[in-house]
């Protein structure tokens, strides 16, 4: 295992990117008091929704927390922690799924609006189309973010049942992760060592 990415890797795009959305890139716990701005929440969004879902599906959500009162609902439905740190982000992100993304088949799949009644007629797969396809725009929603100049901090160490309850009763939202944003302070340890590619990749 290595304890920090190669740069001899063979890109596509300015070095700098890659430094700065992957190699250099670092999961923030602590933050400066700079606030995150609405301009920076709408790059991240933007961003995001250009990723590839199955069928364009786009079923991840995302609930802004700035407010004092909005913040102290959601600390309480944190592991211990996690509590500190996500009342003092600038920013934080609830990201979730809608278990109901399939009714929106004509507007992000217009070619196809039928496709819609495949999913009304089978829950589970509706259900798990919606929590696959939204874990994979996580993952674009963190990259988006360092790309509009943030460090995320993203934590599964939640009450998932108490947010949806809190936030979501009656939406058809639950809640998958919740991500701390803003501008990180120097990390105060070294990043921890990274599986090589030869331990966990096979070519068949």
Known sequence: MTETATADL???IDQDAVDRLFCDARTASHFTD???????KRTIYELTKMGPTA???QPMRITWVESPEARERLVKHMSRGNQEKT?????TAILSYDENWHEHFPE????A????????ENDDMRITSGKANSHIQVGYFIIAARIAGLAAGPMTGF???GVDEEFFEGTGKHSIVVVNLGTPVEPEYARNPRFDAEDV???I
């Open 108 to 111: 992000f799949l217009p070619a």
């Open 159 to 161: 009450n998932p049942a």
């Open 201 to 203: 990749t096979e070519t």
């Open 55 to 57: 069928f364009n599906s």
């Open 113 to 120: 609006p039928h496709m819609k009644g495949m999913y009304d």
């Open 10 to 12: 063979t890109v596509a």
């Open 87 to 91: 009342r003092n982000a600038p920013l």
């Open 34 to 40: 700079a606030p995150v701005t609405d301009e920076q």
